[in-house]
């Protein structure tokens, strides 16, 4: 163990549209309209994305090793607690988060108007300034099945830098 050591991870998640899904909530904001995801827990593609780089930058596992989705207690559950619970375990293990860089992956519901709001409650659940925090939206251009409006995704990056020993 090394104070100051740095590392990296990247996380994934993409959810499909569905009538029977929930509200569509993009890193913590309840986006406008209708759309609904299909999920366990309630669906945040960027919330997930970012805590599977968190876990993973640290060595602790994924989201669906923490939350698994055949757990009951993980129906509808928050995704930015289930991103502030993995805060807490890196913690725990050392870590803090340097910074968090995420892409939405969507065709028709745009980051940039909430863009301000997204960084702020990423960075709130990752304990850092909003300005170690960035969100950005992109299209698939009409290409396969984001391209065809059936869902979203998200990609995330998270570098952590080591503070301290585990606290076991």
């Known amino acids: 163990m090394t104070t100051g050591e740095t590392r990296v991870g990247i996380g994934y998640d993409s959810h499909r549209f569905g009538a029977d899904g ?3 909530v993009i890193a913590g904001v309840r986006m406008p309209g209708d ?10 593609v960027a919330a997930h994305a970012v805590t599977d780089a968190v876990l993973g930058a640290a060595g602790l596992g994924d989201i669906g090793e923490l939350f698994p989705n055949t757990a009951a207690e993980n129906a509808g559950r928050d995704s930015m ?17 340097a910074n968090v860089d995420v892409a939405v992956v969507a065709e028709r519901h745009k980051v940039g108007p909430h863009r301000p709001a997204m ?35 998200a990609h ?13």
């Open 22 to 24: 929930h509200p569509l």
């Open 35 to 44: 759309a609904r995801v299909v999920a366990h827990s309630d669906g945040d």
């Open 81 to 97: 607690e289930m991103l502030r619970l993995a805060v807490d375990r890196l913690r725990a293990g050392g870590w803090r988060v």
């Open 156 to 168: 995330a990056v998270a570098s952590l830098v080591r503070v301290g020993a585990p606290t076991d």
């Open 119 to 153: 960084r702020a409650r990423l960075a709130e659940a990752l304990g850092v300034a909003p300005e170690a925090v960035f969100v950005k939206g992109k299209t698939n251009e009409g290409l396969g099945w984001i391209g065809a409006g059936e869902g979203l995704a």
